[in-house]
């Protein structure tokens, strides 16, 4: 084949690995809302809730309600794969878009873009006209462990916090591991009905019970531990409502391939992202600790 590597080629290969991305890569990107980002941060611009006044006589005056407003702060992080190839039938590969370069590519970026969101709900946000505000997920946004896994009594509590909070009840998701289903499978107390769901869930059948979307998130991070972090035999889960988070993308998949002349001419199949997820209100997420052996 040619030592040059055909545009055409590397067009196909990216739009194989945005493909691969939005399908298989990343598990939470279909579940929190897109913010486009030009430059180092983009802001959020948010209005707080108001109460209507009861008009009290005839011709008064206007009421001025000083509507609040705020903002959060996204700030993006720059991520990067990249692999040599030194067989030209395996170049050809790389168009095919069942290629395994591809899908490494796509799953490698995917799992990222899962940090970002996971860290995000759970760490800090930044609040304020130049973002320098730090805003902690409360206490009271946290289901503490209480020597148990995941059990339905706190599936139970989840759904109470966010209807308590009148979170809208369509596009809540809760993100576990596998661990976390198989202790409702295992819970002595659970009715058959909360049985037969956890089952159907475990068989793929269904992905929402007791108005939850359940998203199952197993892949590790860049130091091998899983994406849903644990403090020692702690678990550390979340459920969110999709207006409670945003991904912004500051530059979504660029990709090249290029020939290395100081690696025997190989091929370097480079991928890059500029990625940034910020929690835009604590009321919309929430930590649930469960113990996990």
């Not at 929190?32 to 008064?60: C, F, L, M, N």
């Not at 005056?61 to 720059?78: A, E, F, G, I, Y």
């Not at 972090?229 to 969110?240: E, I, Q, S």
């Amino acid at each position: 084949m040619s030592n040059e590597v055909e545009t055409s080629f590397v067009q196909q290969y990216t739009g194989n690995v945005t493909l691969l991305t939005q399908q298989k890569g990343s598990k939470l990107r279909p579940f929190v809302d897109i913010e486009p980002i030009k430059g180092e941060y983009a802001y959020v611009e948010q209005i707080g809730a108001t109460a209507a006044k009861i008009k009290e006589s005839r011709h008064g005056d206007t009421p001025v309600m000083n509507t609040s407003h705020d903002r959060r702060r996204l700030s993006l992080s720059t991520y990067e794969w990249g692999d040599l190839i030194d067989n030209p039938d395996k170049v050809k590969m790389l168009i095919d878009p069942t290629s395994p370069y591809a899908i490494a590519a796509a799953m490698a970026m995917g799992r990222a873009m899962d940090v970002e969101i996971y860290d995000a709900a759970l760490g800090n946000s930044y609040a304020g006209k130049k973002g320098e505000t730090v805003i902690a997920l409360p206490s009271s946004q946290k289901i503490a462990a209480g020597g148990t896994g995941f059990t339905f009594a706190k599936l139970a509590k989840l759904k109470q916090i966010f209807d308590d909070r009148d979170v809208e009840e369509e596009n809540r998701i809760i993100v576990y591991t596998a661990a976390q289903l198989n202790d409702l499978l295992n819970e002595e107390k659970a009715t058959s009905q909360e049985y037969n769901a956890a089952q159907a869930l475990r068989r793929g059948e269904i992905d929402e019970f007791m108005g939850f979307r359940f998203v199952q998130v197993n892949g590790l991070r860049d130091d091998g531990t899983k994406i849903v972090k644990a403090t020692g035999t702690t678990r550390h889960c979340v459920a969110f409502a999709r207006k409670g988070l945003r991904l912004g993308i500051g530059e979504d998949i660029q990709s090249r391939i290029t020939e290395r002349a100081d690696k025997s001419f190989s091929t370097q199949v480079y991928y890059e992202m500029m990625i940034g997820a910020a929690r835009l209100e604590e009321k919309c997420v929430v930590q649930f600790d469960c113990v996990e052996s």
